[in-house]
């Protein structure tokens, strides 16, 4: 079956330091991946997605590339601020993320401290 | 938008008891999901409907648990009779049935089973 598994949290990074929190996922086909984020007491929002190899989603300062190779689709930022400290969620789906529902990693719960 | 609307936000009830929790997907969004968080299993998608019809409840944990979507606007989980391994934050969620449609989260409802 399908499966997302994310790096282990807590993260903990001073503010201005880059990010980066790791996703690797086993699917067959060719899946659309996406980082959704979850504030504190809030559902979960989407932060970011791409479709297909090779794409790049990028939304608030944050990045992530669709390697196929890898089966990677690992979350960046340059200079992370107060205001990320977040759960955050790597997801795959088969039809965009709609019709069928999403399967989830565990999540990563990035700490960043002033 | 109102966004996808949840209820109640907190519900602690006593083993054995029946809890229903509430749901009012985002108008006009076709699809509707069930999905449960805990810190051991993370999210997982119990049931998800579309136009109001059950498509894949494989993810129902057991029969105390059950789902309906009477109309559009409108869902309801029940678990009868509740458990304390039940307690968990169930959220609801709702999307559009085009390709790329992300799903919008509601702020989901924690159970507390004592």
């Known amino acids: 079956g399908n499966s997302v598994t994310q790096m282990e949290g807590p993260v903990t990074l001073s503010e201005e330091a880059f990010l980066t929190i790791n996703c690797t996922y086993t699917?067959?086909?060719?899946?659309?991946l996406f980082w959704y984020v979850q504030y504190p007491g809030e559902g979960l929002q989407l932060l970011l997605k791409a479709t297909k190899a090779d794409d790049k989603g990028s939304n608030k300062g944050f990045e992530a590339t669709y390697r196929k190779e890898t089966t990677s689709f690992h979350l960046e930022k340059g200079s992370v601020q107060v205001s990320d400290s977040a759960v955050y969620f790597c997801?795959?789906?088969?039809?965009?993320?709609?019709?069928?529902?999403?399967?989830f990693g565990k999540g990563t719960h990035l700490i960043i401290q002033p | 938008d109102a966004g996808v609307i949840q209820s109640p936000r907190h519900e602690v009830t006593e083993m054995g008891q029946e809890v229903t929790l509430r749901c009012k997907p985002i108008s006009g969004h076709d699809y509707l999901f069930w999905y449960r968080q805990t810190m051991m299993r993370g999210l997982e998608l119990l049931i998800y409907?579309?136009?109001?019809?059950?498509?894949?409840d494989s993810g129902m944990p057991e029969d105390r648990f059950s789902a309906k979507m009477p109309n559009a606007s409108f869902s309801t989980l029940k678990i009868q009779p509740s458990e304390p391994r039940d307690s968990a934050v169930y959220f609801c969620?709702?999307?559009?049935?085009?390709?790329?449609?992300?799903?919008?989260f509601g702020n989901g409802t924690r159970l507390t089973v004592t």
């Open positions: 969620a709702s999307s559009l049935p085009s390709y790329n449609s992300p799903l919008h």
């Open positions: 997801a795959l789906g088969y039809s965009g993320g709609g019709a069928d529902g999403l399967t």
């Open positions: 699917a067959t086909g060719y899946p659309s």
């Open positions: 409907f579309n136009n109001n019809v059950p498509i894949d």
